[in-house]
């Protein structure tokens, strides 16, 4: 019954794409879901090699995130934070005593030759994490942004972090892509997916990152299966982050319908919340089959019960594909 | 007055050199007094530039070291250590988690193009540190022992730390040493003192690799003041670490004279202490001027009278060498 376990590959940014996969692993073998994971949001600071989305996915898949603020590990001290603070303001941007450790070991290791790919699945082992997560690619990608106030183009995180998304922005390119590659084992993981999961995560500064890195829509087109996305836009707005003001600042359509446009080129299937239920009709004009369902991942029971509709929804349209239409 | 406030010079390595800097700025102005640091056991770890001995001697001076480890900062705690232990044996050095921070200003200010010496007054000039602390070198020099039972070279971290200086060792070098150049500053802060003090520090391992550097040597030849030693070796052995080993490993003399050896070539006077006034003869044999004193610093206020002891030292030897012998 190859059904029961298909092989699920998920295009990820951080945390909504974290709560997708901590329900999908509790309705899915956990080694036959792999995680392609944004990469654009690394940043080297304080000499150590930050991950922010492998590790938001890595500490949500070991139900050690804080669940207050998100990202970052519970029982969190701030001990070395408070102590930079002595040298000035380099403390914008918070790494508690704990995460400390899973940078320092990452720029250990990839200092003595190993590669982001090699890392992230050691440092997932060592949380016994039984999804596959893989980052995108190996090599270094850097999303930008230029403010619309000033003119001036920032990293992600000062965006992000920085000023809290709290600025408009006029336009965003990840540094470096065009001389990246998707790694040999992202690209496999998307040629041998039965589905294709695009998790519900910032269109413009994580979903757009993973595939627009050279060789993932190849790996993308070069597959039959069915490919699944979830709107991260839900009654026109994001619910964590700026992902609704990005599409509009940029000129796109902030609602369900924007989603489907913008990714009709890869998917088959878009999850859309009940309150967009009138977003369908629209969407069905982009190619693109709606299937309106809750997809508030408010608990990890309702993750759980999205990743089951997200299964359904995949299985059906294959099958669909597969008989043809309906006569 | 010039004698009131002469400027002074100290060699120093780590835990030894502290020690003794605590005192000196009790009897004199800390704007009058450089130390010139070694570190030819800095090292990358964890991503991070570490560099023990200038921040031991940060530390001391700010009278935030913790006074039981004789490293690192007091109320100390290590989170960021301990959740390191989850990803293998990584944490056989100890950082931490306010300790870490130093570290980590340290690698940032580097990486945007700081030298050492920027970095090192920057820092010290956080900890409010009345004294000029200026490294050696800007240059990478890395000490590195060869142990006798197994044959290996391992760097002096895994020796000293690693192994706790528990096996012996057939030879040192300091790898990088013939590229290194002194800093100017440094140099400068040689060539202009009235005294020039080499601290207890480790004879092999900390001040070799600072007199060792291009540069240095032709500094202290440069000027005309006095340079004053404090013998490391008290009694045959070191208060603290292995010297005494080391320099019989090595096949030196382990003793006061055995300092006197090492040294003539640079200094006018050691000091030594009372269990050692035997070595007094054996010394001046060398053309070294002994001085026998009280030099086991187990207090800021004995640390003090060693310092007062060392300038007096440095003064008398300066008054006979101006006005010739004594007849």
């Known amino acids: 019954m190859p059904d029961l376990s ?3 590959t998920v295009i990820c940014g951080g945390v909504g794409a974290a709560r997708f996969l901590r329900g999908l692993v509790r309705v899915a073998d956990p080694a036959s879901i792999s995680a392609i994971i944004n990469v654009a949001d690394d940043m080297v600071l304080h000499g150590l090699s930050i991950s922010p989305d492998i590790d938001t996915i890595t500490y949500t898949l070991a139900d050690a995130i804080d669940p207050d603020r998100g990202w970052g590990l519970r029982n969190e001290t701030w001990r070395a934070m408070e102590a930079l603070g002595r040298y000035g303001d380099r403390n914008w941007f918070s790494l508690g005593d704990q995460d400390l450790a899973t940078h320092m070991q990452r720029t250990a290791r990839l200092s003595e030759g190993a590669s982001l790919t090699e890392v992230t699945a050691e ?6 994490v039984g999804v596959t997560l893989l980052p995108v690619t190996n090599n270094t990608v850097s999303t930008r942004v230029t403010r619309t106030d000033t003119g001036e183009e920032i990293s992600f995180q000062e965006y992000f972090v920085g000023t809290q998304h709290s600025v408009a922005i006029s336009s965003v390119r990840f540094d470096g892509i065009e001389q990246a590659r ?3 084992e992202a690209a496999e993981a998307i040629r ?10 910032n269109p413009i500064v994580s979903i757009a990152p993973v595939l627009d890195i050279p060789g993932v829509r190849e790996a993308l087109s070069a597959r039959t299966g069915s490919c699944v996305a979830i709107s991260p836009i839900v009654g026109g707005e994001a619910l964590k982050g700026p992902a609704a003001n990005m599409l509009h600042e940029l000129g796109l359509e902030a609602s369900a319908t924007g989603v489907a446009q913008l990714w009709s080129d890869v ?3 878009l999850l859309i919340d009940d309150v967009d239920a009138a977003h369908a009709l629209a969407i069905s004009e982009c190619g693109v089959t709606p299937f309106v369902t809750d997809t508030i991942m408010a608990s990890p029971t309702r993750s759980s019960a999205l990743a089951r509709s997200v299964l359904s929804a995949g299985h059906l349209h294959s099958t669909r594909s597969t008989q043809g239409p309906t006569p």
């Open 6 to 8: 298909p092989n699920i």
């Open 123 to 128: 440092i997932a082992s060592a949380w016994d």
């Open 182 to 184: 998707v790694t040999a």
């Open 192 to 201: 041998t997916a039965d589905i294709v999961v695009i998790a519900p995560s």
């Open 267 to 269: 998917i088959d299937v």
